[in-house]
């Protein structure tokens, strides 16, 4: 991947406002990191895991694997999601990505469509529909986002 590309797309997620929607879990981000989405709508999708509505956050993250599912999961050696997984399966096989990408020294996993991600590399347009999951998140981070 050209570095200059993936640069600006870490300082493109670095500058962005993102949507997030506090876990009913308290534990949740130590287990399957912090989810943001790039829209109110994307971040609602979450509501199956959150409790309350999305807020506004900020991110920083320096080494993030950026890819299509199929990508992250060939470059994590874990398969990706499936239809038909339960909640429980769906927050299981996030915290074996997480656990997986941390290993590899990766900070964050940037999610983008395969139709996104194969433009994303060709003419380096960072597509407007981002899911980041921001993997080692510390208590004071916890505790800020379920005060704002």
């Given amino acids: 991947m ?3 590309l993936y640069d600006r797309l870490i300082a493109h997620v670095n500058r962005k406002q993102w ?5 009913v879990d308290p534990d949740a981000y130590k287990k399957r990191g912090k989810f943001l989405a790039s829209t109110y709508a994307e971040a609602e999708f979450y509501g199956l895991f959150g409790a309350g509505r999305p807020l506004e956050q900020r991110a920083k993250i320096a080494k993030p694997l950026v890819g299509d599912e199929k990508r992250i ?3 994590l050696g874990i398969p990706p999601q499936y239809d038909g997984m339960t909640i429980e399966q769906m927050a299981a096989h996030d915290a074996k990505w997480r656990n997986a990408a941390l290993k590899k020294g990766f900070d964050a996993i940037v999610l983008m469509s ?21 993997l080692n998140v510390g208590t004071d ?8």
């Fill in 19 to 23: 949507w997030h929607l506090p876990p």
């Fill in 73 to 75: 999961a060939r470059v």
């Fill in 114 to 134: 395969s139709k996104c991600f194969a433009e994303w590399k060709t003419t380096g347009k960072i597509p407007r529909s981002l899911e980041l999951n921001v």
């Fill in 2 to 4: 050209k570095k200059a």
């Fill in 141 to 148: 981070s916890e505790d800020s986002s379920r005060r704002t």
